[in-house]
């Protein structure tokens, strides 16, 4: 699990549509229109094999949807297969719609990034990376009351009861020397890298000796994400139009003495597990670049094919492929609502820093469900 960099970055601006609408309550909670293959004009130039191996390897952990159990299959056991003919043979494809009926939403990116650090505090080694703390408390609500299925309390118990868990700022003025329950992984060498770290929810720390240590998602304090972007801009120090990774850290350097006080406006904290896999998302699977995108669950289930239609903010030039969707974050929230995986490097992180894009997406819905058949039917 991540959380976005980019929504923190822009504000979603929409185009406008106006068709049928057909609701699928099991699958999505989105408004989905139906659609013809051929409406999805680029579908056929996209790389359909590389995708299709992306679908099947994360098919090993999403054929638990009941949904996604017989097309896995089919995926899983077939030694040669015509990939085009897979996807539109075994799905019927849905436009997703926002509530205001617009098509186009907001498409982000992000990134796994590569940190500095030791296993010991030295000064120039300073900043801790904590594991998730032993008192944290994750309770599932759906296994009390199945009608909050998807709700989810986190907290910590005290005297018999749960309170909110420690914000950011609090977190960051203990020591983790005198805690029971704080316990370093690691400690690097810049705390606004460390923050961005935690705002993509996994990445790679390089320790002096050469090598790496790989950081998962490992919980988070329960607070609601606040958008340091959002603030620079509603503070004047960053025009909304300059605003990207790359100037928030710009601006971080140039005003340390401000920089504590902008991070700890976002309470949410986010914990780590040392993994022997590199970024991987909340499926359980390690992501691909440019082929896994994180989503909201409420409209896009996990293991779910997604084909985007967006621009690439470098070039602009169009981006437009089939992803899977593979991780889920605090701060990708909406029904047109994406963040690319960008993969890991210099190059990844300039797209994933710079990319607020508008997009269209168009969910993969597997033929065998009985929600698609009514639809249909109707």
Do not use: W
């Given at each position: 699990m991540k959380q976005s960099l980019s929504l923190?970055?822009?504000?979603?601006?929409?185009?406008?549509?106006?068709?049928?609408?057909?609701?699928k309550p099991s699958v999505s909670k989105a408004k989905l229109q139906k659609v013809e293959w051929e409406d999805i004009e680029n579908f056929s130039k996209d790389n359909l094999n590389e995708a299709f191996d992306v679908f099947k390897k994360d098919c090993k952990v999403s054929r638990k949807d009941k949904n996604l159990d017989s097309v896995c299959i089919k995926a899983?056991?077939?030694?040669?297969?015509?990939?085009?003919?897979?996807?539109?043979t075994?799905?019927?494809?849905y436009k997703l719609i926002s509530p205001k009926g617009d098509d186009k939403g907001l498409i982000t990116g992000y990134y796994e990034p590569l940190?500095?650090?030791?296993?010991?505090?030295?000064?120039?080694?300073?900043?801790?990376?904590?594991?998730?703390?032993?008192?944290?408390?994750?309770?599932?609500?759906?296994?009390?009351?199945?009608?909050?299925?998807?709700?989810?309390v986190r907290g910590k118990l005290v005297d018999g009861t749960i309170k909110p868990y420690p914000t950011?700022?609090?977190?960051?003025?203990?020591?983790?020397?005198?805690?029971?329950?704080?316990?370093?992984?690691?400690?690097?060498?810049?705390?606004?890298?460390?923050?961005?770290?935690?705002?993509?929810?996994?990445g790679r720390v390089q320790l002096p000796n050469g090598r790496f240590i790989n950081l998962a998602y490992g919980g988070q304090?329960?607070?609601?994400?606040?958008?340091?972007?959002?603030?620079?801009?509603?503070?004047?120090?960053?025009?909304k139009e300059d605003i990207s990774l790359q100037s928030i850290k710009k601006w971080a350097k140039k005003n340390p003495a401000l920089v504590d006080e902008i991070l700890n406006t976002n309470q949410s904290y986010v914990f780590?597990?040392?993994?022997?896999?590199?970024?991987?998302?909340?499926?359980?699977?390690?992501?691909?670049?440019?082929?896994?995108?994180?989503?909201?669950?409420?409209?896009?289930?996990?293991?779910?094919?997604?084909f985007l239609e967006t621009t690439n903010p470098i070039t602009d030039k169009p981006y437009e492929q089939l992803m899977i969707a593979a991780d889920r974050g605090g701060a990708i929230k909406?029904?047109?609502?994406?963040?690319?995986?960008?993969?890991?490097g210099l190059e990844a992180k300039k797209l994933a820093g710079n990319m607020k894009q508008q997009g269209t997406m168009y969910i993969l819905l597997p033929n065998t469900t009985q929600e698609v058949k009514d639809a249909s039917n109707k």
């Open positions: 923190v970055l822009a504000i979603a601006l929409f185009g406008g549509c106006a068709a049928k609408i057909e609701q899983l056991t077939s030694s040669s297969i015509d990939s085009k003919k897979f996807f539109t075994n799905f019927t494809p940190l500095y650090g030791n296993r010991f505090k030295t000064p120039k080694y300073k900043y801790p990376v904590y594991a998730t703390p032993s008192d944290l408390l994750v309770v599932d609500l759906a296994s009390v009351y199945p009608s909050l299925e998807g709700k989810t950011r700022e609090e977190i960051e003025s203990m020591n983790p020397q005198k805690s029971r329950v704080l316990k370093p992984i690691c400690y690097v060498d810049d705390k606004i890298d460390l923050f961005f770290l935690q705002v993509q929810g996994s304090n329960g607070r609601k994400y606040h958008s340091i972007g959002k603030e620079l801009i509603k503070r004047g120090y960053i025009k780590f597990q040392q993994s022997e896999k590199t970024a991987t998302g909340s499926l359980g699977v390690e992501l691909v670049a440019n082929r896994n995108i994180a989503v909201d669950t409420k409209y896009i289930p996990l293991g779910y094919p997604v909406g029904t047109i609502r994406a963040d690319i995986f960008f993969g890991y």
